[in-house]
């Protein structure tokens, strides 16, 4: 698979043409942001890890019958993915109270909720990802009335997956961020499933394997990234 133009970058990604006008190669990148890029910096390898993870998720995803833009890996950095239109609307999928719920609301971090809170946020950066409801969803065509029922679904069921999925690792999945795309007419998972969109806290000890140590400068953000990929490849 050759690879062309670079079309699109991103806070963590460069999306890069092939000579197949369906596929393009997804490059993950070291650079890290939080705050909606009020904070920026590095963390070494974080790109490796995070392809590597989102890999095997997408892989086991797609196994349970979850369509995905995933076609294949091809290197410590890049995958192949279907190219598709991305809905310019971020799904947040909520087992616990955590982030931007706890500060909306005033939840103490941890709160339990009595079933999944399933939010959209139009993803528009320099707006900062405001968040909207279904209203705001059709009266600006950003989606189809039927487009939002299939998001909806394979969110939900994607909370239901990944959320055994990680408790057989002895991780427990606090919340996460999904992104869909139109694929010839149907709604397909895009983007990425890393610790870069997912809050993971390890069962018994509640110690953060995810973004949040770069959030909130907690440190040892490498060798969180590398104890879930582990985690993930066994």
Known sequence: MEKRKKIYEGKAKILYETDDADLLIQYFKDDATAFNAAKKGTVQQKGIMNNKISTKIFEFLS???????????????????????????????????????????????????????LEFCYKKDDLGDPLINEDHIFAFDLATKSEIETIRKYALRVNELMSKFFANLNLELIDFKLEFGRYKGTIILADEISPDTCRIWEMGTGKKLDKDRFRHDLGNIEEAYQEVLNRVSK
């Open 63 to 117: 196994s349970q019958g979850i369509p995905t833009h995933l076609v294949k890996f091809l290197s410590d950095r890049e995958m192949l993915v279907k190219r598709v239109q991305i809905v310019p609307i971020e799904v947040i999928v909520r087992n616990r109270a955590a982030g931007s719920l706890c500060r909306l609301l005033g939840l103490q971090e941890g709160t339990h909720l009595k079933r999944p809170i």
